[in-house]
């Protein structure tokens, strides 16, 4: 019996494995247009949801800048792992203090392709190898596409075009400064906060987003067409 269920663990572990590793080579073809965990769950549990890809020569510029901005500010230095970060972390934790967040762009977009949300070490182990093989097999700019394309943005909101749609009335190519930097300040917590609505610390966090994303230059060159 034991070896029994060893076994199947083995299995359920090396599918797990696999899928992203024979998937990702895949996803560097610009016709194909990944689904996340959850989109399948809402899907398959016949839910309501919304998801409409486009290309991210199809999104606003500032959009782009300020997801980087707000959510992974080395995006186009690191190798999927920040490194620095990391280990900021880990000290957190062994000193037992509370620990804040490490996650990459890279990450956060195998997570939501290939893995399960909540917090977990069991997660974060599995995560942080598929975010490295993901930076190594996909350029940043397909990354920052595909990341755009899956992330939830409110209960069956899935991508920036329609999220774009839901909360402003307008496509994604269209945002403006200010639009963008809400949205991307929204991502931390997407069902508690809302940008079309902001309260006073969303609107505080917007207005640095804001600034950064304008003056980021050079800083986002890996996402800026060749």
Same mark, same amino acid.
């Given at each position: 019996?034991? #070896?029994?269920?060893?076994?199947?663990?083995?299995?359920?572990?090396?599918?797990?494995?696999?899928?992203?590793?024979?998937?990702?080579?895949?996803?560097?073809? #610009?016709?194909v247009?990944?689904?996340?965990?959850? =989109?399948?769950?809402?899907?398959?549990?016949?839910?309501?949801?919304?998801?409409?890809?486009?290309?991210?020569?199809?999104?606003?510029?500032v =959009?782009?800048?300020?997801?980087?901005?707000?959510?992974?500010?080395?995006?186009?230095?690191?190798?999927?792992?920040?490194? /620095?970060? =990391?280990r900021?972390?880990?000290?957190?934790?062994?000193? /037992?203090?509370?620990?804040?967040?490490?996650?990459?762009?890279? =990450?956060?977009?195998?997570?939501?392709?290939?893995?399960? /949300?909540?917090?977990?070490?069991?997660?974060?182990?599995?995560?942080?190898? @598929?975010?490295?093989?993901?930076?190594?097999?996909?350029?940043?700019? #397909?990354?920052?596409?595909?990341?755009?394309?899956?992330?939830?943005?409110?209960?069956g909101?899935?991508?920036?075009?329609?999220?774009?749609?839901?909360?402003?009335? +307008?496509?994604?190519? #269209?945002?403006?400064?200010?639009?963008?930097?809400? @949205?991307a300040?929204?991502?931390?917590?997407?069902?508690?906060?809302?940008?079309?609505?902001?309260?006073?610390?969303?609107?505080?966090?917007?207005? +640095?987003?804001? +600034?950064?994303?304008?003056?980021?230059?050079?800083?986002? /060159?890996?996402?800026?067409?060749?």
């Amino acid at each position: 019996m034991i #070896r029994r269920i060893a076994a199947i663990a083995a299995l359920v572990i090396l599918v797990l494995v696999a899928i992203p590793l024979i998937l990702t080579p895949l996803y560097a073809l #610009r016709a194909v247009h990944p689904v996340s965990t959850l =989109m399948l769950a809402d899907h398959f549990g016949f839910r309501s949801m919304q998801r409409e890809w486009v290309d991210i020569d199809a999104i606003a510029p500032v =959009m782009v800048y300020s997801v980087m901005m707000s959510e992974d500010g080395q995006f186009c230095r690191h190798d999927g792992i920040d490194w /620095g970060e =990391m280990r900021a972390v880990v000290e957190e934790a062994l000193a /037992g203090e509370e620990t804040r967040g490490a996650s990459t762009i890279p =990450m956060q977009t195998v997570k939501n392709l290939f893995l399960w /949300g909540g917090r977990s070490y069991v997660r974060k182990a599995i995560e942080a190898p @598929l975010a490295l093989y993901l930076d190594l097999v996909l350029s940043k700019r #397909r990354i920052m596409e595909i990341y755009l394309n899956v992330v939830e943005w409110d209960r069956g909101i899935y991508g920036i075009e329609a999220a774009a749609q839901h909360y402003f009335g +307008r496509s994604a190519a #269209r945002l403006t400064a200010r639009q963008a930097a809400l @949205l991307a300040v929204t991502l931390p917590n997407p069902i508690q906060r809302n940008p079309a609505n902001p309260g006073r610390g969303l609107n505080r966090l917007a207005d +640095r987003v804001q +600034r950064m994303a304008k003056s980021s230059g050079d800083y986002v /060159g890996c996402v800026k067409p060749a």
